[in-house]
């Protein structure tokens, strides 16, 4: 069955409000059995969309699919928000429990994020630190278990849970191609929990200053290809993820078996990330024949103490990079949502015991990486004392230095507790490394190409 929402009242006037049009349509093909739902030129305003089983959402060249920034109309739903089951605000487009769904079309999906990043800021800039408002004091009441939870920085204390752009929680067969996604209120495309997703030929655009509004956030997910997308964002590109902390480990839920193939990344935190979200592991990803342009990070590994997880298997060969930051950055030391009163032990140089929420990062492969006009150094590799990281290769890397419009060195990667350094060579702190035909051009006289630290062991062959 393919029914147009026009034959339920939608009109794409850009003025109207078409929720109870979307409403009345997916009811009707889900009473069918499935179907495909189309939309066709024009500006639909909307508030959420739920999806189910065996149907398709089509959003037709000219058509923008855009939603409604009144906070009351996203009530509270189970989902993970930063790596934490808890409830949030409903996802604009959201499936839950569901198979064999797609989003496809050559339109636009918009979040209409400005009103959304402009309260987070009037509230950073009033130095909120609890819920105030009706929507926070109600998910505050939901997640009251749940205070003590880590967070990535985003703003859980306040219980501004922002939703993100298009979410599918427990499902498996999903498809999202050709579209565009823009103006995410939080993460924009969010698989969690989810298993055998495609997503290519897409393209996702978030103002570069806009808070946490990641690309793709795949999380606790299994086999999934990504290909032929382009992500340009205010946070990271494209981020695997696996849950935070204790809860993350109960959950077990890996992501593993992981493609990206073919994509480029233009502005972003980082290009493809690995964390910091890590506890319930990530293994057998593969990354290959990308392009990064003006990323902040290219190959971006972060976790700290307390994450948890084994994060292993994972290779990226012909990455093409053009004036980011640093190409590689493997950080276990990440500041980002560490509280205060944490600082001291997460940060710190010394050996700490070794337990469950120890993150163990090892079998990691480089190849063919060709980086031009980085900007604040050549590579960054840090792992824990107490758990260095191990079996990582680096092969037929050529790496080159801007030579100007240079940035500090510490902004190579968002670190806490490691000196600082001037060095802008590949660092290497407790990492076991293997360096073959890699090259660093671009240095200033007497400096070296890699600066060995406290507890690196390389072999440069």
């Not at 339109?107 to 609890?130: E, H, T, V």
């Not at 971006?300 to 103490?305: P, Q, V």
Request: a negative charge; glycine letters at 12%; proline letters at 5%.
């Amino acid at each position: 069955m393919t029914a147009d929402i026009a034959e339920f009242g939608g009109a794409g006037d850009g003025h109207t409000d078409n929720s109870n049009a979307f409403a009345a349509a997916i009811a009707s093909l889900k009473r069918a059995g499935g179907g495909t739902l189309r939309v066709r030129r024009g500006v639909y305003l909307c508030g959420p969309i739920e999806l189910f089983s065996n149907m398709t959402l089509e959003i037709e060249h000219g058509a923008i699919l855009q939603f409604l920034p009144d906070v009351q109309r996203y009530p509270p739903v189970l989902t993970r928000w930063e790596g934490i089951v808890c409830f949030g605000m409903h996802p604009l487009v959201f499936a839950r429990d569901a198979h064999d769904i797609s989003l496809k079309g050559e339109g636009i999906i918009d979040g209409n994020g400005n009103p959304w990043w402009a309260s987070l800021r009037r509230k950073k800039s009033a130095r909120q630190s609890c819920p105030v408002e009706p929507i926070e004091l109600t998910l505050a009441e939901y997640n009251k278990d749940l205070v003590d939870q880590p967070s990535g920085g985003g703003g859980r204390e306040i219980q501004f849970l922002r939703p993100p752009l298009v979410q599918f929680f427990r499902c498996s067969n999903i498809s999202i191609e050709g579209l565009t996604f823009r103006n995410s209120p939080f993460w924009t495309i969010h698989p969690v929990f989810s298993d055998h997703v495609i997503i290519c030929n897409v393209l996702v655009q978030n103002p570069p200053d806009a808070p946490n509004t990641d690309g793709i956030d795949i999380d606790s997910c299994t086999d999934v290809r990504v290909e032929n997308t382009t992500v340009d964002v205010g946070d990271d590109c494209i981020a695997i993820k696996a849950g935070a902390g204790e809860r993350g480990l109960r959950e077990g839920k890996a992501s593993k078996r992981i493609t990206i193939h073919g994509c480029h990344f233009k502005q972003g935190h980082g290009g493809v990330v690995i964390g910091s979200e890590t506890a319930g592991g990530i293994s057998d990803v593969s990354v290959s024949d990308c392009t990064f342009e003006s990323t902040d990070r290219g190959v971006r590994l972060k976790s700290r103490r307390g994450r948890g997880g084994a994060v292993s298997n994972l290779r990226f060969c012909n990455l093409k990079m053009e004036r980011v930051l640093c190409p590689v950055a493997i950080n276990m030391y990440y500041r980002c949502g560490a509280k205060p009163e944490e600082k001291a032990d997460l940060f710190s140089l010394a050996h700490r015991p070794v337990n469950t929420l120890t993150p163990l990062f090892h079998d990691i492969e480089i190849s063919g990486l060709e980086a031009q006009g980085c900007r604040a150094s050549a590579g960054f590799i840090v792992g824990l004392p107490e758990a260095p990281i191990e079996g990582l290769k680096m092969k037929h890397c050529h790496i080159g230095l801007a030579g100007h419009d240079m940035v500090p060195v510490s902004e190579s990667e968002m670190f806490e507790g490691i000196p600082e350094t001037g060095a802008r060579g590949i660092r290497i702190r407790h990492a076991s490394c293997e360096f073959k035909d890699v090259t660093v051009t671009g240095l200033a006289t007497g400096e070296e190409p890699f600066i060995f630290e406290d507890g690196a062991k390389t072999d440069t062959l």
